[in-house]
Nanobody, 124 residues
Framework: QVQLVESGGGLAQPGGSLRLSCAASGRTVSSYAMGWFRQAPGKEREFVAGINWSGGSIYNADPAKGRFTISRDNAKNTLYLQMNNLKPENTALYYC?????????????????WGQGAQVTVSS
């Protein structure tokens, strides 16, 4: 089993920044891709960004392009999402997840372990 715990969420003003962390425990995550997803109220869950097992390849979906950066530290078993220039439409519950694959994908079905989520609210 893998346990994933997100932290770093909270309230930010438009234009501000937040850094989400996802600490993994239990079985190793270093051999697998990981990703960030989000779900806003009344909307379906959507893929935000993914990173392959080594951190050498990343993919940003439209919500993240140009403003969000995914990274990982396998020595610390931790995944990150740096979010800059936040907008109110970025308000959502953000989840980290571990894939069953070594290469990142945007398909939620490829991810087998999920955290409980970190709330991000962007408001003035």
């Amino acid at each position: 089993q893998v346990q994933l715990v997100e932290s770093g969420g909270g309230l930010a003003q438009p234009g501000g920044s937040l850094r989400l962390s996802c600490a993994a425990s239990g079985r190793t995550v270093s051999s697998y891709a990981m990703g960030w997803f989000r779900q806003a109220p009344g909307k379906e869950r959507e893929f935000v960004a993914g990173i392959n097992w080594s951190g050498g390849s990343i993919y940003n979906a439209d919500p993240a392009k140009g403003r969000f950066t995914i990274s990982r530290d396998n020595a610390k078993n931790t995944l990150y999402l740096q979010m800059n220039n936040l907008k109110p439409e970025n308000t959502a519950l953000y989840y980290c997840a571990r894939s069953q694959c070594s290469l990142h994908t945007g398909r939620g079905d490829d991810y087998v372990y999920w955290g409980q989520g970190a709330q991000v609210t962007v408001s003035s």
